[in-house]
């Protein structure tokens, strides 16, 4: 008689850990971990069941370092095939330092979910590593350092000059001979193809880039603006910064757009930033820009 009334007073206690039922009717250890849909055996007991991870992220460009789908984020996963899920958001710093010239190093590098499931309870059980790593609204709030790599910004900045100065044509002579009205005819004739050819391919690509993908580098900003008002925060965009480079193709270079800006929490205490809006692709001869990096598919997705 003892041990049922002891377990009837310690079972509610438990109960009172977790929250509401989800709308498969299991019961979770935290708010954000939903279980859309479950598996049961013929004793209609649960054997498996598919969890997914309601997670936001400060600063939300961290995001962007995972893959969400990997992660559970933007949809669920089995748990008798991944009980565990590790967040690395450093995975890509080196690539992303030797290709752009500028990567941030997120601290905590690594968040691990850790799935269990308990039948006598109902509930599914989350463990996170290191603790306190998510808070219980599902925020995952991360500190980072911006490095810089002082060989490939040179090197960018380098390419970016050769170019412009291999596209500057020597003018051509004029014969003494022509006459006043010939060389006026074909001084008009000729004005646009002259002032095209004195343009250099570094801007000619930046021109092109402007034109079919500007507007949405546009909208981009402005929602993630949207996104830190709504948080709270603050987001201050200042300079735009395209670099462009001759890629492995001929006719075709890499262009690396990037934007400055200041956000925080806080207005009196706003940190300095640069904001990746994408690698691309441009290709002249055909007039064709295309993404190069996840950043770039997710401004090009853009209506």
């Known amino acids: 008689m003892k041990k049922c009334i002891t377990f009837a007073i310690i079972f509610p206690l438990l109960a009172g850990c977790y929250t509401p039922l989800n709308n498969s009717g299991v019961s979770t250890t935290k708010p954000w971990l939903e279980i859309p849909g479950k598996k049961l055996d013929f004793d209609g007991k649960q054997y498996d069941s598919c969890y997914q991870f309601n997670l936001h992220f400060w600063p939300q460009e961290a995001e962007e370092t995972i893959s969400l789908k990997e992660a559970c984020i933007s949809g669920c996963c089995w748990r008798s095939e991944k009980e565990e899920v590790v967040l690395d958001f450093n995975k890509n710093f080196d690539r992303d330092l030797a290709l752009r010239g500028r990567a941030r190093k997120y601290t905590p590098g690594k968040i691990t979910l850790q799935i269990t499931h308990s039948n006598l309870l109902n509930t599914t059980k989350v463990s996170v590593s ?144 640069t904001f990746s809006c994408g690698m691309w692709a441009v290709e002249l001869a055909a007039q064709h820009v295309w993404p190069l990096d996840k950043r770039a598919e997710l401004v090009q997705s853009i209506p």
């Open 130 to 273: 290191p603790h306190g790593a998510i808070a219980n609204n599902g925020l995952v709030k991360l500190s980072y350092k911006e490095y810089e790599n002082p060989t490939r910004l040179a090197q960018l900045e380098n390419s970016a000059r050769q170019q412009t100065v291999l596209a500057v044509p020597q003018p051509a002579a004029v014969g003494a001979q022509v006459s006043g009205r010939v060389r006026t005819r074909k001084t008009k004739k000729n004005a646009a193809t002259k002032q095209a050819a004195q343009t250099s391919p570094q801007e000619q690509v930046k021109a092109l880039f402007q034109q079919q993908v500007g507007t949405k580098v546009d909208s981009f900003f402005y929602q993630m603006d949207k996104t830190y008002k709504k948080q709270g925060a603050v987001f201050l965009l200042s300079e735009r910064l395209l670099h462009v480079s001759p890629a492995d193709t001929d006719g075709v270079y890499t262009l690396s757009c990037q934007a400055k800006a200041r956000t925080g929490l806080n207005p009196a205490q706003l940190r300095a930033s």
